[in-house]
């Protein structure tokens, strides 16, 4: 079945950019999801991306997808505290997914100040 | 729009005890799922369904049962509880497949 990993961890000062990386397996996949889980709290739609694209923009949120090396990542701008929270990568199995998403371990962001 | 509703937000168990996990959903979403999240160990499938009536197994199905009686409803049930199965539980609804998850807040259970 499909695999999804990320880092753990990434650790980046207030008002850097924090780049979140997720590689996966299955190179059918058609949607590409990024989630953000802040404590206590269920996962919240960030932005996802369509296996046709290369690059997805949304405010301070870039996606790149390499559709060849099978790699996705987050681009977080000018990060703030608030943006401290675990990031979890989801991928869509080719087939349509009725069974629902592929989901990596999440990487935890954590903000210096 | 509430949107994707869990309840309890928490619940202690001792060993062999049962009980039944709920989820509503008032968007009339086609599909349901529940996943179980554990440290380290990311999202789980538990259990899914495409449709009211259907149910399906996912990654991780042994000791829970569900049930999909109303469109809207889905129910995760524990005939008897593990320590294993202390987690968070969270429940998501989508329209169709190729769309977003829409997750609830999470039930923290604990098993002793």
């Known amino acids: 079945g499909e695999d999804v990993e990320q880092s753990l961890f990434l650790s980046v000062r207030e008002g850097d950019s924090s780049v979140i990386n997720c590689t996966y397996t299955d190179s059918s996949s058609t949607y590409l999801y990024w989630y953000k889980q802040e404590p206590g709290a269920g996962l919240q739609l960030l932005t996802y991306?369509?296996?046709?694209?290369d690059m997805k923009q949304d405010q301070r949120l870039t996606v790149l997808l390499n559709k060849k090396d099978k790699h996705l990542s987050l681009r977080i701008a000018d990060t703030q505290t608030g943006d401290s929270a675990i990031y979890f990568c989801a991928v869509e199995p080719s087939g349509g997914g009725a069974d629902g998403l592929t989901f990596g371990k999440g990487t935890h962001l954590i903000i210096q100040p | 729009n509430a949107g994707v509703t869990q309840t309890p937000k928490f619940r202690v168990l001792k060993t062999g005890q049962s009980m039944t996990l709920l989820c509503a959903q008032d968007?009339?979403?086609?599909?349901m799922y529940w996943y179980r999240q554990d440290p380290g160990m990311g999202l789980r499938l538990i259990h899914y369904s495409v449709g009211e009536g259907t149910t399906a197994k996912g990654e991780v199905p042994d000791g829970y049962n569900v049930s999909r009686l109303k469109k809207q409803n889905f129910l995760l049930g524990l005939e008897s509880a593990a320590p294993s199965q202390t987690s968070v539980y969270f429940c998501a609804s989508t329209r169709r497949g190729n769309s977003p998850l829409h997750f609830g807040n999470g039930t923290r259970l604990t098993v002793t």
């Open positions: 968007m009339n979403h086609e599909y």
């Open positions: 991306i369509f296996s046709n694209m």
